[in-house]
């Protein structure tokens, strides 16, 4: 136990580092990153921090301006309870990026799991130094922070095959739940969750996990469905966007011949064109929020109706695309010179920027490969199902809507257990050749 403490902190102080490193070498393009998203985030944290209960619950104008649900309540929550003793969001960036570092720490106990220790210290190393997981960790956004509650429920479900013990399903349920709080596009995962329950934990258990699993879900996301009805008085589980997600993803498969939106702007003129009224829009959820989503999410489907195959095509591309690594600067241009950056961080900033750039899809989807091989044939085929349920969520499910790289970011997360895997089978075939060569010598 005390061998597995010290090397969480290990872990984590690694992870943390190369998370702040990555920050202060990229802050200033960060800031111009999703601005207007981050604006509304910190919106709504403000007027939590300076007591504004009423407006932090149910924005300006309710019902007709539901700005406030286009997002879960989660990140500005957490945001505004720091604001709220500091009142200063940089303190916040650095609950954030410590907050963030725990996902390596969870992939290493989750991968020692499931498959020895060895393969669990390099996945955690490797989710450390990822630049793709640091430079979204400080991004003022809950992408990467809604995947740490998501690896805990990972982690739970693990031990849920190892130790069939109701309440790990039940603390399963609650972390997925707890993402949700952070971001929506896991609002279906537990179904996945539940599938992958029927194929991997003990048959007398299976039925049960499923619905004391669901159960903590749905009782962990009530609280703002019940705000929602209460407030907006429509059925909305986690948040609005739905309908402005789905037309712009369709725009993003477009190649421009149906004029389908692809931004917020082109969504308003969407908007204009399906009110018989005619009026211009100035918000996407001001004025008829709610309405108004609903009426994007009949005209996409109507869209996909009109053709499926077009459709297909566009989901299956970017169900694909949720596997690569994203390009992301490890340093920007203006700290990569010894004379614009602290001798410090310049001299860190060289070995760090030379392992980051190992980090391509080219390296990491064979590694991810080899390593699901190599934990099917000395573990079997329940590891490799736990390893790709999530995987497999954002890959066939998020791109029916629309997909970035921000919103998938938990399939890298889990992805990073395979590669670990591939990585460990290949130290041990170039160890055994050394020794070999070594015994040959003597």
Known sequence: MRQKL????????ASFAARFVVWENNKVE????QTVVTENYLRDAEALASGDIRTFLAGDDPPT??????????????IGVVLAVSNSIELWRIVQLALNSLAPVLLFLIAAALIDKKSGLIAGILAALSPQLAYHSGLLLPDELSVVPMLAAVYFFVKSVREPRLANAALCGLFLGLSCWLRSNAMLLPIFFAVAASLVINRGMRLRFAVVMLVLFVVTIAPITI???????????LSLGGGTTLVEGLGDIDDGSRGLPRTDEDVMRLDATLDESGRAYSGLYDPDGVERDRQRTKFGISEIASEPLWFARGVA????STFRLERVPAIAAERDERDTTNPLLYWIDRPLKFVQRAFVTVVFLPLVLLG???????????????????????????????TEYRYVLATPH??????????CWLFGKVAAVVRRQSSAGT
């Open 6 to 13: 010290v090397t969480c902190l290990v872990i984590f102080i």
């Open 30 to 33: 960060m800031a111009g990153v």
């Open 65 to 78: 301006n539901a700005r406030v649900i286009d997002h879960p309540p989660g990140y500005p929550l957490m």
């Open 227 to 237: 705000r929602n009805a209460i407030v907006f008085g429509s059925f909305i589980p």
């Open 317 to 320: 591309a970017r169900g694909l």
């Open 372 to 402: 699901l091989v190599v934990i099917a044939v000395r573990k079997g085929w329940r590891e490799v199902v736990v390893i790709l349920a999530v995987p497999l969520y954002y890959a066939t499910v998020q791109p029916l809507v629309h």
């Open 414 to 423: 889990m992805l990073m257990i395979a590669a670990a895997a591939g990585l």
